[in-house]
């Protein structure tokens, strides 16, 4: 999978919105709520950028994207439908359905 080892798909913060807005479901440290973007890289270097169509929690301690319904402490807002995301097997990080690969690790989501 040499592939993913030179590009991919990430996702980067755009603005945060709110600081320390809940806990990351990973490691329990602050997360804070952010809008973010996805960034299409090819040899280290962005060659699409577009916005993600929601808000996402993100943990800076380390660097998770997650939807914050997944948050325990995360205040009551709307309502989504959880199966927007799914589960990467291999690193359990929060990923979105139409993705084949995990962004994060690159292993297959089918
Ligand atoms: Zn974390
Ligand atoms: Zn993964």
Not at 44 to 61: A, E, M, S, T, Y
Not at 82 to 105: I, N, T
């Amino acid at each position: 999978m040499f592939f993913f080892f030179v590009g991919g798909l990430e996702q980067q913060v755009r603005q945060v919105l709110k600081s320390d807005a809940a806990r990351c479901i990973a490691c329990s440290s602050m997360a804070d709520l952010v809008k973010y973007e996805k960034v299409l890289k090819a040899f280290f270097v962005p060659v699409w950028r577009w916005p993600g169509k929601d808000q996402l929690l993100h943990c800076n301690n380390c660097n998770l994207f997650f939807p914050p319904q997944l948050s325990p402490g995360s205040p009551p807002g709307r309502t989504a439908d959880p199966l927007d995301f799914l589960r990467c097997r291999h690193c359990k990080r929060a990923v979105e359905p139409e993705f084949s690969f995990c962004p994060f690790c690159g292993s297959s989501l089918n």
